[in-house]
């Protein structure tokens, strides 16, 4: 008997009268590393949503670590659930010091306010900040840190909470090539750690997938194309299927990559 961490079982989302998905179902389980790609429009980002209980369905079961939607309060949740995005960190304080977001993100907070902490709470928001490379400008303003290294701060705001789910939100999108190896190499070693119990990955690109991560899923137009193991879901006809073009998937040494293959003019 399986206890998924994320069960969702024939959801449909619909804004007014567009269906964004329809009869979805996704399985996560525990103890596994899971890269979702898809096209722009496909429902990833929106989908994660659901599983951080942050946005209802129109329709279906979602269950997230034992809870089912509906029986649950969802910010009891949000302390279990650590997500990490972009859209998240547009919204953190600039005057604010990395090692302030993080401690904040202790009580689901995005600053400290009239919250208690103590020196256990200081110093994970220290050791998580040094594990992420950020030990040397953990007491600088958030606003005066290199994009990678806001992306940083906010990989370990949702590490703070020690979340049973880390869902990581297109973490490596408009970081430089450095940056960005730099984060695969931190999420890499992440994933050898035995918590959080699971963790869901968003990305456009194969590229962005850390090594370690063992499932995938490709949505397209709202649907997925295959779900499962990772060498059995990233492969040419599936990533084909899903953006239209045709591709050459690559694994070497635990990376992905892809490219288009040439064709014959028409």
Do not use: C
């Not at 594990?131 to 701060?153: K, N």
């Not at 705001?157 to 408009?174: H, K, S, T, V, W």
């Amino acid at each position: 008997m399986t206890d998924p961490a994320v069960e969702v079982v024939d959801a449909t989302l619909a804004f007014g009268d567009r269906v964004l998905w329809r009869d979805l179902n996704l399985s996560v389980q525990r103890g596994e590393f899971l890269a979702v790609l898809g096209p722009n429009g496909s429902g990833k980002t929106t989908l994660m949503s659901v599983a951080a209980m942050r946005l209802w369905p129109t329709a279906g079961t979602v269950v997230v670590l034992g809870e089912r939607y509906g029986r649950t309060d969802a910010r009891d949740m949000w302390r279990r659930v650590g997500v990490a995005s972009s859209a998240l960190e547009g919204t953190l304080r600039g005057d604010l010091t990395a090692h302030d977001l993080i401690l904040s993100a202790r009580h689901g907070a995005t600053e400290p306010w009239w919250h208690v902490y103590d020196e256990t709470d200081h110093d994970r928001a220290f050791d998580l900040a040094s594990r992420l490379g950020l030990g040397g400008r953990v007491e600088q303003a958030f606003e005066t840190l290199s994009a990678g290294e806001r992306r940083r701060v906010s990989i370990a705001r949702a590490l703070m909470p020690d979340p049973d789910l880390l869902i990581l939100d297109e973490p490596a999108a408009n970081l430089d090539l450095a940056a960005r190896e730099w984060l695969l190499a931190d999420l890499t070693r992440l994933a050898a750690r035995p918590r959080p119990l699971a963790t869901i990955l968003v990305t456009h690109h194969l590229e962005e997938i850390p090594a370690g991560f063992d499932h995938a899923l490709v949505l397209a137009d709202g649907r997925p194309v295959a779900a499962g193991r990772i060498g059995e879901v990233l492969r040419d006809d599936v990533l084909e299927a899903a953006f239209g073009l045709p591709l050459t998937v690559i694994h070497h040494e635990g990376r992905w990559t892809v490219r288009a293959r040439a064709t014959d003019p028409a």
